[in-house]
């Protein structure tokens, strides 16, 4: 959903499958091989159990309907494809209907280590394993509803909620960090900083402070917050998010850790 990309969506043909080239099909094997070997070190547990149970193609791009054929009977959760860019209220609509909004484009190779909009290989691999674990799907279906009812003025603050959780969420297991967000466990050099580097800030997990942090979508997080466990995320859905989001309005954004950009405050 970043405001500027310079992909173009693929379109499925007459039976809602999408083409790729050998030349993208070996991007995403490629990125799941060098991810696979890094993930069993960094990411999280529920994260990896996910992975497991979605068993998908390391050699080729998986098609939507593949996935969701895998995560339906776990949590009620499907994939669809769409268009490159989507705005904030189809995005929380999708969400809502236990739908995840999928990127159909897959990265060219000068941008096989970041890129700032989600593509297929992010939102497949680094989402929908997540979307197995019935906690974490919980969390982004109220994400949704909770946005369905949140006017379009005030998204970037209910955003900042998923950035920080579903997108760039740590988690503590066994006393070691682990990376639980989609942006960290599909991104080859972010999930391994995320954990092992000495820069970046890890803040204990607060609703109202998440609400308050601004960040920067083209940057590797300075600020992270953690997790003790998956069923937080529960408490978190069960809260009254748009009394917190006025409470956070009311005491205002927290100053930036970093250079604005023009790029600031986007999702992915
Ligand atoms: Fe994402």
Same mark, same amino acid.
């Given at each position: ?7 173009t969506? &693929? #379109? ?10 050998? &030349?993208e ?9 060098q991810?696979?070997?890094? /993930? ?24 939507? #309907?593949e ?15 769409? *268009?490159?860019?989507?705005s ?27 890129? &700032? ?15 197995t674990?019935? @906690?974490?799907?919980?969390? #982004?279906?109220? /994400?949704?509803?909770i ?19 579903i997108?760039?969420?740590? /988690? &503590? ?7 639980l967000? @989609? ?10 900083? @995320? /954990?092992? @580097?000495? !820069? *970046? ?6 609703v ?13 997080? *300075?600020?992270?917050? !953690? ?8 408490q ?18 927290y100053?930036?850790?970093?250079? *604005?950009s ?5 999702t992915?």
């Amino acid at each position: 959903m970043a405001k500027h990309t310079n992909y173009t969506a &693929k #379109s499925a043909d007459s039976s809602g499958f999408i083409g790729y080239s050998a &030349k993208e099909h070996s991007v995403w094997s490629d990125l799941f091989n060098q991810q696979e070997a890094n /993930i069993q070190h960094y990411a999280a547990n529920e994260y990896l159990y996910g992975l497991e149970k979605l068993a998908m193609p390391s050699d080729r791009i998986p098609q939507c #309907s593949e996935i969701s054929q895998r995560l339906k009977p776990l949590t009620g959760w499907t994939v669809a494809p769409v *268009p490159a860019l989507i705005s904030f209220g189809r995005f929380f609509k999708t969400l809502s209907e236990k739908t995840f909004p999928a990127a159909s484009f897959i990265r060219n190779r000068a941008d096989f280590d970041y890129i &700032k909009e989600p593509d297929i290989f992010h939102e497949i691999f680094g989402h929908t394993p997540l979307l197995t674990d019935p @906690s974490f799907a919980n969390f #982004s279906e109220t /994400i949704g509803k909770i946005g369905l009812q949140v006017k379009p003025a005030d998204y970037s603050w209910l955003i900042r909620l998923y950035w920080f959780t579903i997108e760039f969420g740590l /988690i &503590k297991q066994n006393g070691i960090y682990k990376a639980l967000g @989609s942006g960290l466990n599909s991104s080859p050099t972010e999930l391994i900083y @995320s /954990i092992d @580097s000495p !820069v *970046p800030e890890r803040r204990e997990f607060n609703v109202i402070d998440i609400l308050r942090t601004p960040y920067r979508i083209d940057i590797h997080q *300075p600020i992270y917050y !953690v997790i003790d466990e998956i069923d937080d995320l529960l408490q978190v859905a069960e809260r009254d998010l748009l009394s917190d989001i006025k409470k956070a309005q009311s005491l205002g954004l927290y100053e930036m850790t970093y250079e *604005p950009s023009q790029t600031t405050e986007l999702t992915a």
